[in-house]
Structure formats: C-alpha cells, structure tokens
C-alpha cells in the first residue's frame, strides 16, 4: 500500500494535484525541487511511489525524466493526464495594473506569453516551481508581485486570481508518470500500455523493421522519443509507447523485440488512462 509519494515541487503545485487525484487526499507528500531530488527519494526508500511529469501537449517531451527513470531502472506502474490551467494570481486587493513582476515557472511563462503582451509593463521572471512563487509572495506579504499556478495554491496561499486561465492554448494537457521501484502493480489482465528503451544500431531500416514488429504484433505505437546516447556519439537510445488490447500479443512483441533490438528494457506496463 502506498503511504507516502515523493513529487517536484510544493503543495498547491500541478504534481500536488496529481496526487490528489491518483492516490487520495491523505497521502504523506515528499516535496522535492528538483526531479533528481525526486528519483533520490525514491531509491533511498524515502518514499513509496514518485509522480514525474514526462510531456505536455504543447511542449512535448520531457526529456531529462526519461532518462532519470531508465538511469535508475525505476518502473512506471500508472500515468495520469491533468487538464494545465495557468492562473495569476497575487496579494487580496491588487489589480493586474497594479503588478510589476510575475515569477514563475520557465514552462508556465512560456505558455502563457501571448496574455502577457497586452501587458507590456510587467516584467517576467523564470523561477524553480508554480507554486513555490505563490507562498513565497505570502509568506513574505510580497505587493506588486505575481505568480502564475493553480487555483490550488491560490486556495492555499490565500491569493486572489486576477485572471484565470491565461495560458495561450486553453486546451493543455500533462501526462505524468507513476513510478515506483519494482513492476508489479498492475494485474496482467488489466494492464493494456507498455512503456519501452531500446537501441538500435546503424544498419539500414533497423528502426523500421522494430516498429513492423509492432505493428504485426497488433500494438499501437503511441509515443516515440529518441535520446542521444552520450558514450556513442551518433548511437541513439528510443524511449517508446505503446498501447495494445490483448497481453499475449505485447508478450509476442517482447520477446521479438527482446533479440533484434540492443539494451532493450521495459520501463513499465499498467493501465492506458486514456480508456
């Protein structure tokens, strides 16, 4: 049974919220600032279970937390999709006229730079997390100064909204990982998505004969993200999705797989949250 969950970031953050969600409302959090904070957490048994955002629908991938979960052969036993809503927020009666900075998150600036226009005289600062912006303005009982998070942490850091969601594309989703320390959440029969690690070597159509496999195995390649492998120049490492309805059929594709393909690993099988 998970007790306690390690996540990036603070209460009132979009990992906060995740956890919520997935788990319950009681859950001990481990409030991490880094990822590599969070994957420590986890291997030093700190914690149970980890939430590590792995792409969003307007940035794409997150890279680095890839790699962190295949470096420390970490297992993703779950994933969850977050509906990202940007809102500003500050010190009770402020007006947006009134704000002369806004701290936030590099990601969350970045999504929300068209509102931001129409306000030339606010300057714009990248910082660590969301939420962390929004208790450091009420602890400090900071004026003239925004921060851009959820409607959660305004809750918990006693803000008011000045403008909710101002993100430029009002449609944007997170994916994030559950990840744990071994495999074996999920019940075979239940579990329909596979997330894979594999390389393949420099021979015309090596990628493309991988994939055939898949697609003779009947699974449904959802995600494909390439990764330099630092050691081999010009060698890289393909972090892939893939969805399926029957096991037997994706137990197929691994074990063929398993022989064409260099360094192959499964990096989690569990349920499809998109169902």
Known sequence: MIKSVAIQGIKG????IVSEQFFNKSIDLIECLTFDGVVDAL??????????????????????????????????????YLDI????????????????????????????KAFFKNYPHIKLVEDKDTAEVAERI????????GAIASVLAAEIFELDILAKSIQTIKHNETRFAIVKRTNSEVPE????????KF??????????????????????????QSLPIIETPWKYAFFVDVTFNDY????????????????FKVLGEYKNAKL
């Open 43 to 80: 291997t030093t048994e700190s914690c149970d279970a980890a939430i590590m955002a792995l792409e969003n629908s307007i940035a794409g991938s997150i890279i680095p937390n890839y790699a962190l979960i295949d470096k420390h052969n970490l297992h993703v036993v779950g994933e969850h």
């Open 13 to 16: 953050s979009f990992h906060h």
């Open 189 to 196: 029969s239940e579990i329909n998505k596979a997330s894979l």
């Open 138 to 145: 009420h602890k400090n009982q900071l004026k003239s100064v």
């Open 248 to 263: 037997s059929d994706f137990k197929k594709a691994k074990s063929l797989i398993e022989i064409m393909a260099e360094g």
């Open 85 to 112: 809503q940007h809102n500003l927020m500050a010190l009770s009666g402020q007006r947006i006229e009134d704000i002369k900075e806004v701290y936030s998150h590099p990601m969350a600036l970045l999504q929300c």
């Open 199 to 224: 390389e393949a070597n420099h021979k015309r159509g090596s990628l493309a004969t991988i994939l055939n496999v898949m697609s003779d195995c009947k699974l449904n390649l959802t995600k494909i």
